[in-house]
């Protein structure tokens, strides 16, 4: 889970018509202030956010993100989740809408997510309405507290974070699931684990193919570590190659 850096204006398709963001904030912020109940403010948001125009929204949230799901930062393609439920992009609240009912349309609330997490449900899906305890990745760069080994494992110590990243999130197999047989409900191993090991063995490859016998400098790691961070290079789960990257360049 990267830092994503959220333009401030923003346009949106309501129907056909482009609309910027303010001005769609400012409509809901009117209908809610008409609201009697907290049920009813949910309903009024949830609508709202349902008649924007998603593919246009989807397009932009993906920008932001470079291409990758807000949680696992696996790579999300521009399908829509409705043409097939396991490919597209999901949009997911931050902050759920029934805690935050202007929140359905707060630019900063919005993220793109993907279809397939790790046990088959989206990241989305496994948040659910959740309320995640830690601030959005628009706000902190949560990589910097998250481990990534070698072989795609991931490990918090910071526990406020490891709550919602294992149990909330589905980024690692949830402590009690360690070492635990598959029970066929969920897989084993973790698929998210083995695909971030999977990005981390294509980098190393593509390293060996141009640089044999560990010639690799560390000025060249560390260039490499910088073109997947500022996303010159398409690497889905940048932040376990980088920490990759990282360990290798400290060796030289
Ligand atoms: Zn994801």
Redesign the pocket.
């Known amino acids: 889970m990267r830092k994503i850096d959220k333009a401030n204006s923003r346009q949106v398709k309501r129907g056909e018509e482009p609309v910027a963001w303010q001005v769609l904030i400012a409509e809901l912020r009117g209908l809610l202030a008409t609201c009697k109940s907290d049920p009813e403010k949910n309903e009024v948001a949830r609508e709202f956010f349902d008649r924007l125009n998603k593919q246009n929204l989807r397009d932009q949230l993906r920008n932001d993100q470079r291409g990758l799901?807000?949680?696992?930062?696996?790579e999300?393609t521009r399908q829509s989740a409705v043409e097939d439920r396991r490919a597209g992009i999901r949009i997911a609240h931050w902050l759920p809408i029934h805690k935050d009912p202007e929140g359905a349309v707060r630019w900063s609330n919005l993220f793109a997510?993907?279809p397939?997490?790790p046990y088959g449900d989206?990241?989305d899906a496994a948040q659910g309405d959740a309320d995640l305890k830690i601030e959005t990745p628009a706000e902190r760069n949560h990589a910097i507290f998250m481990e990534f080994g070698s072989d795609g494992s991931l490990t918090i110590p910071d526990q406020s974070i490891l709550r919602d990243a294992a149990e909330r999130l589905n980024l690692m197999p949830r402590p009690e699931e360690e070492g635990q047989p598959e029970d066929g409900k969920r897989e084993s191993p973790h698929r998210l684990t083995e695909a971030r090991a999977a990005a981390i063995t294509g980098t190393r490859k593509r390293l060996e193919k141009k640089f044999p016998e560990r010639t690799a400098s560390r000025d060249v790691l560390l260039k490499w570590w910088s073109d997947v961070n500022q996303g010159q290079t398409a690497t889905p789960h940048p932040s376990a190659v980088m920490a990759w990257l990282k360990r290798q360049a400290d060796r030289r």
């Open positions: 799901c807000a949680f696992c930062e696996c999300i997510s993907c397939g997490g989206s990241c």
